[in-house]
C-alpha cells in the first residue's frame, strides 16, 4: 500500500514498504524538463542536474561520490521532457544516510564557477557524443520536425551556445522558479516503515515555495519532415504518428498496439523487418506519452540501398494492420507479456520508487497494481482497431539520416 503525506509546505510524500527486499530507493521529483526551457536556456534542466552533483558546502563532488561508494549504494539523476529525477538506491540500514546526502546537494549545492566551467566541457563532450550516434539523434530529429516550434521539441541536452552561456546565477535563478514544493515529490519504495516520513519531513521542512508554477501550452503536431547527412555506415529512419496523452481512455490499448507492432521480438515489425526479410538489425517502436500530447515513433536503420525497401514494408505492415486489425493469440499474449513486465517490475525497490513518484507528480494519484491489471484486461479487438485508425489515418512525421 502507497502511504501519501503532504506537509504544511505542500511538498508530496510518497511511501511503500516492500518488506522482501533488504534496499531502500529514495527520488526526488521535480515537476520540470526541456518543455519548461526557452528557446534561450535550453539545456538548463539537464545541466542543473549535473551541476547538483558538483559539491555542496560541506562536501566536494568526490566525497559525493565516495559517500555512496562507501556504503555500496547507488546514487544518480535524470532528465526528461516534463521532469527531473535525483535518486539513490541503498542498503535499508543507510535510508538515513542517503536521505541526508540527497538534501544536502538539493538545498545547499554551490555551483564553484571552476566546476561549473568543467561541467560545461562534459556537457558538450555529451552532445558530440550523441551527434556521432546517429540511431540516438534522430529520435531528437523527429521530435524537433513532429513539435515544430514548441519546447518539447527541443532536446534535452540543450545546444552547443546556449550550454556555454549558463552562469552560476542562471541556475541559481531557474532552480528558485521551478523547484518549488508545489511541482516536487519525494517517492521512497523498500524495507522502510511509514515512520520514515518524518524523517523526510523533518529534513524538507524549512523548503518554502521561491517561485510559481509555469503553465505550459499544449503543442502542435506537425507531419513534417527533417534530412541530415553524416558519416555513417547506415541510413536511419524516424516516423512519428501523433500519439495519445498520459492520461487518455485509450493509453492502454496504444501499450498494447505499440507492443505488438514494434514493442517486442514477437512485434510484426521485428518479424516481418529482421527475422523474414532481413533489411535491418534494430527495428522497434515505442510511445512518448505527455501529459497533453504524445508521440508514437517508428525506428529501423539499413542500408542506404534498402532504405525504400524498409520503407515501404513498414508502410505494408502498418497498412495490414488498418485493414485486417490484429488476432485473438496477438490479443492474448500482449496481455500478458504487459502483466507480467508490470509484476515483475515489483521485484525492484527502484521500479516501485518510480512508478510510484511519476504518477503522483504526473497524475496527482496512485495507480495502484491492480487497476493496471484490470485496465489491461479490459483492452479488446475493437479498442486497439479505434487506436488504429486513430493514429494511422493520419500523416506522419519523417526524419532520416543518410550516409555521405
Not at 516503515?193 to 523526510?200: A, L, M, R
Not at 534530412?227 to 496523452?245: P, S
Not at 507492432?261 to 522497434?284: D, H, N
Amino acid at each position: 500500500m502507497v502511504v501519501k503525506h503532504t506537509g504544511k509546505n505542500g511538498l508530496r510524500i510518497v511511501l511503500e514498504k516492500v518488506p522482501f527486499v533488504r534496499s531502500v530507493s529514495i527520488g526526488i521529483w521535480i515537476l520540470t524538463g526541456s518543455r519548461n526551457e526557452s528557446a534561450e536556456n535550453n539545456g538548463i534542466s539537464h545541466f542543473l542536474e549535473h551541476m547538483l552533483f558538483k559539491g555542496t558546502k560541506k562536501r566536494n563532488a568526490q566525497d559525493i561520490a565516495e559517500a555512496f561508494d562507501s556504503i555500496g549504494g547507488q546514487v544518480n539523476a535524470f532528465t526528461a521532457k516534463e521532469y527531473t529525477c535525483y535518486y539513490a538506491k541503498v542498503l535499508d540500514h543507510h535510508k538515513e544516510y542517503a536521505l541526508e546526502i540527497l538534501s544536502d546537494m538539493f538545498f545547499n549545492s554551490i555551483f564553484d564557477e571552476e566546476e561549473l566551467e568543467r561541467e560545461k566541457n562534459v556537457v558538450l563532450e555529451e552532445i558530440k557524443m550523441a551527434e556521432d550516434t546517429p540511431d540516438d539523434i534522430i529520435h531528437d530529429l523527429l521530435e524537433k520536425t513532429s513539435f515544430a516550434n514548441h519546447p518539447l521539441g527541443n532536446p534535452i541536452l540543450g545546444k552547443e551556445d546556449t550550454v556555454q552561456a549558463f552562469h552560476r546565477e542562471k541556475l541559481q535563478e531557474y532552480m528558485k522558479n521551478h523547484y518549488i514544493p508545489e511541482n516536487m515529490v519525494i517517492s521512497i519504495a523498500g524495507n522502510v516503515d511509514e515512520s520514515f516520513i518524518q524523517t523526510v519531513e523533518d529534513a524538507f521542512h524549512h523548503f518554502q515555495e521561491t517561485g510559481t508554477s509555469m503553465k505550459v501550452k499544449a503543442p502542435h503536431f506537425s507531419a513534417g519532415r527533417i534530412e541530415r547527412n553524416k558519416d555513417t555506415e547506415q541510413a536511419h529512419i524516424c516516423l512519428g504518428y501523433r500519439g495519445l496523452a498520459l492520461e487518455d481512455e485509450s493509453i492502454y490499448s496504444l501499450i498494447m498496439l505499440n507492443n505488438l507492432l514494434g514493442g517486442s521480438m514477437s512485434s510484426r515489425l521485428f518479424q516481418e523487418i529482421r527475422e523474414k526479410r532481413g533489411l535491418a538489425y534494430s527495428v522497434f517502436s515505442y510511445p512518448s506519452t505527455y501529459m497533453d500530447s504524445g508521440l508514437l515513433t517508428i525506428y529501423a536503420g539499413t542500408s542506404k540501398d534498402q532504405l525504400s525497401l524498409l520503407e515501404n514494408t513498414i508502410q505494408d505492415t502498418i497498412e495490414q494492420l488498418v485493414k485486417n486489425g490484429i488476432t485473438d493469440k496477438e490479443l492474448t499474449n500482449n496481455k500478458e507479456q504487459l502483466k507480467g513486465n508490470l509484476l515483475l517490475s515489483l521485484e525492484s525497490s527502484s521500479s516501485i520508487m518510480s512508478r510510484n513518484g511519476k504518477n503522483e507528480l504526473l497524475l496527482g494519484r496512485e495507480r495502484p497494481i491492480d487497476e493496471m491489471v484490470q485496465a489491461i484486461d479490459m483492452v479488446t479487438k475493437e479498442s486497439i482497431q479505434f487506436v488504429i485508425e486513430k493514429i494511422f489515418k493520419q500523416s506522419a512525421s519523417r526524419a532520416l539520416i543518410f550516409p555521405n
